[in-house]
């Protein structure tokens, strides 16, 4: 592929929850990790690695899917990944498993490879983490209405994210195939 980027998927929030959800980080007391910045935070849908975004665009124009509700309910430590993150007490909805399946089978059309692994939605919230801290988490509902590509830019900073392209989420959804 020519002028690849580093590409995922995701659910990006408003401002309310972007808010919500920088001000949640300040309460959890957590030692030697990197909290995600708050322009940073988001919930990843499907990773694809170095893509060409136009690419991906073209493979998702025809592509519906129905919105859907997430309830982020308890705090979560990864180990592998060492991330503190987000997670939902209750499994995750079929709107959301058929979205990040049409995503992950639009990658596969561009000749991407995906992770395998069965979709378990998280924001993280911090990376480097070594433990579970104790917290309260505040349920905190996200009402999915659009998904976006997003870049993963470097720079001097570290890294930013930026959507380049989003789609709405609607009702009634039919994929062509
Ligand atoms: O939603 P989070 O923040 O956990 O960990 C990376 C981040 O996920 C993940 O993609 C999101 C945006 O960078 N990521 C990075 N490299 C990855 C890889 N090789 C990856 N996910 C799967 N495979």
Redo the contacts with the bound molecule.
């Keep these: 592929m020519s002028n690849t980027s580093r590409l ?1 998927f995701a659910l990006w929030p408003d401002t309310k929850t972007r808010q919500t959800l920088a001000a949640l980080s300040q309460t959890i007391a957590a030692k030697d990790c990197t909290w995600v910045s708050p322009h940073n935070l ?3 849908l499907v ?1 694809l ?1 170095a893509a060409d975004a136009e690419t991906i665009k073209q493979a998702v124009a025809g592509m519906t899917a129905p919105p859907f509700t997430l309830t982020f309910d308890r705090l979560s430590y990864w180990q592998k ?1 060492r ?1 503190l ?1 987000l997670t939902c007490r209750q499994p995750a909805p079929n709107e959301a498993l058929i979205l990040t399946s049409a995503l992950e089978k639009a990658a596969a059309n561009c000749g991407l490879r995906t ?1 395998t692994r069965p979709y378990t939605p ?1 924001i ?1 919230l911090a990376r480097h983490a070594d433990y579970l801290p104790e917290a309260k988490i505040e349920p905190l509902i996200w009402r999915a209405e659009s998904f976006c590509l997003v870049e ?1 830019c470097s720079e001097a900073e570290g890294v930013r994210y930026q959507v380049i392209a989003q789609w709405p989420l609607v009702n009634n959804a039919v994929n062509p195939d």
């Design positions: 995922f988001h919930l990843t990773f690695g990944p991330i993150c992770d998280h993280t993963s």
